[in-house]
Structures are given as structure tokens and as C-alpha cells.
């Protein structure tokens, strides 16, 4: 037993979409409003004659930094006690021509990790080429002992190439020896 007329949740309702045009004339309206409660600043501050005012007015680059300062929303009690907390880091913007591209650039832990992983590998290399470092050491005694190993193969083979020749030799002589009777 439901009632006909009964109200359904908040995805049923109909939407309202606010049109190009409407966003741009409540920006205008916004920034005319802006601009209005600035000039009646200056005209205050005008009568007084504020001279931190006027150099702040003349040096706008300096200016912007300070006022982006100011500018910024402070929630719950920020705004009623000043606190200077070591840890936090304070975001500025920097221009442009305030950026250091020549420097020396920050690397990460990992990238430096890497950086020293890569020098270390190339010293053993090197001193592993001059046969410095225990492995190279090993090897050349190891090459030695094959070299040694292969000039005493090639020395027996010379020398049983050459009994055969000999033996050779000495079978033929027999022959014609034997044919010259």
C-alpha cells in the first residue's frame, strides 16, 4: 500500500544547468565588484597618505609576492593565533626568470644509489683489467696453468709427429734398401 504522491529521493529531481553565457556575466559582475572595493581603498588610503602604500603601488613585483601571503584563506583558528611550525613549508611561486636551470639539481636516494653503484662497477673493472682484484688474480694463475697445459700437449704431439716421420723414414729406407738387392 504505497501512496501515489509520494516523494522519491534527490537523483529524481530535475537538474539545472547554468548556460556559457550566465557564468560569464556573474565573472564580469564578480571582477567589476573587485574593482570597486579596490578603488575605495586607494581613495582612503589616498587621504592618509600612506607612504609604504604608494612604494608598494610603484614596485608591483615586489608586491604580488607579499600580497599572495596575505591573500591566503586562513581556516579554523589560523587566523586568530600566529603559529611558526619548523615543519611546515610555505608554497611560493616562482617566476621565470627567478629559476635556476644551471644549478646543480637535487637527486633522489634511489638516483644516487644508482649514480655510486655504476662508479663502483667501473673501479672493479678497471682493477680487474690491471689484475689487481682477487679474481683476476685467480684467473691469470688459471690461464697460466692452461697455457703450461697446452705448450706441453703441443710439444708431445711435435714429437710423435716427428717418431712417425722418423719411423717413416726408416720404413722406407728399408723398402729401397730391400728393392736394391
Do not use: W
Not at 564578480?30 to 597618505?49: D, F, L, N, W
Not at 646543480?104 to 644516487?112: C, D, M
Not at 710423435?160 to 730391400?178: F, I, N, P
Request: a neutral charge.
Amino acid at each position: 500500500l504505497f501512496c501515489a504522491g509520494r516523494k522519491g529521493g534527490h537523483k529524481g529531481r530535475a537538474r539545472q544547468y547554468t548556460s556559457p553565457e550566465e557564468i560569464d556575466a556573474q565573472l564580469q559582475a564578480e571582477k567589476q565588484k573587485a574593482r570597486e572595493e579596490e578603488e575605495q581603498e586607494e581613495g582612503g588610503e589616498g587621504a592618509t597618505g600612506d607612504p609604504k602604500k604608494e612604494k608598494k603601488s610603484l614596485d608591483s613585483d615586489e608586491s604580488d609576492e607579499d600580497d599572495e601571503d596575505y591573500q591566503q584563506k586562513r581556516k579554523g583558528v589560523e587566523g586568530l593565533i600566529d603559529i611558526e611550525n619548523p615543519n611546515r613549508v610555505i608554497q611560493t611561486t616562482k617566476k621565470v626568470t627567478q629559476l635556476d636551470l644551471d644549478g646543480p639539481k637535487e637527486l633522489s636516494r634511489r638516483e644516487r644509489s644508482e649514480i655510486e653503484k655504476q662508479k663502483a662497477k667501473e673501479r672493479y673493472m678497471k682493477m680487474h683489467l690491471a689484475g689487481k682484484t682477487e679474481q683476476a688474480k685467480a684467473d691469470l694463475a688459471r690461464l697460466a696453468i692452461i697455457r703450461k697445459q697446452r705448450e706441453e700437449a703441443a710439444r708431445k704431439k711435435e714429437e710423435e709427429r716427428k717418431a712417425k716421420d722418423e719411423a717413416a723414414m726408416a720404413g722406407k729406407r728399408l723398402q729401397s734398401l730391400s728393392l736394391n738387392k
